[in-house]
Nanobody, 119 residues
Framework: QVQLVESGGGSVQPGESLRLSCSAS????????MGWAGQAPGKQRDLVAS???????IYADSVKGRFTISRDTANNMVYLQMDNLEPDDTAVYYC?????????????WGQGTRVTVSS
């Protein structure tokens, strides 16, 4: 199993930015997809952004135009640049690695990093 460690969360004011980092214990090139999911207080965990092995990115409608997912394959890192943060972005953000095997998807998750956006 791949180990994923998130960092970069914190408390910011609306309109400010954060960059979350996800460090993987294995080559990220081996995975079908890597991404980020957010879990707001009292809510389910929702997918925020993902990047496929080929480099294509997909975003949740709520963050489109504000967040950017990227990767540093050489260093097994995935990032989530979060710009123009809003209070509704407040959540614990989890990094995941998706592996496709035998036609099935398997996800490994990190332990999360908290983002708080408030005045």
């Amino acid at each position: 199993q791949v180990q994923l460690v998130e960092s970069g969360g914190g408390s910011v004011q609306p309109g400010e930015s954060l960059r979350l980092s996800c460090s993987a214990s294995q080559s990220i090139g081996k995975f079908y997809e890597m991404g980020w999911a957010g879990q707001a207080p009292g809510k389910q965990r929702d997918l925020v952004a993902s990047i496929t092995r080929g480099g294509g990115a997909i975003y949740a409608d709520s963050v489109k135009g504000r967040f950017t997912i990227s990767r540093d394959t050489a260093n097994n890192m995935v990032y989530l640049q979060m710009d123009n943060l809003e209070p509704d972005d407040t959540a614990v953000y989890y990094c995941y690695a998706d592996q496709l095997y035998g036609g099935n998807h398997y996800k490994d998750w990190g332990q999360g990093t908290r983002v708080t956006v408030s005045s």
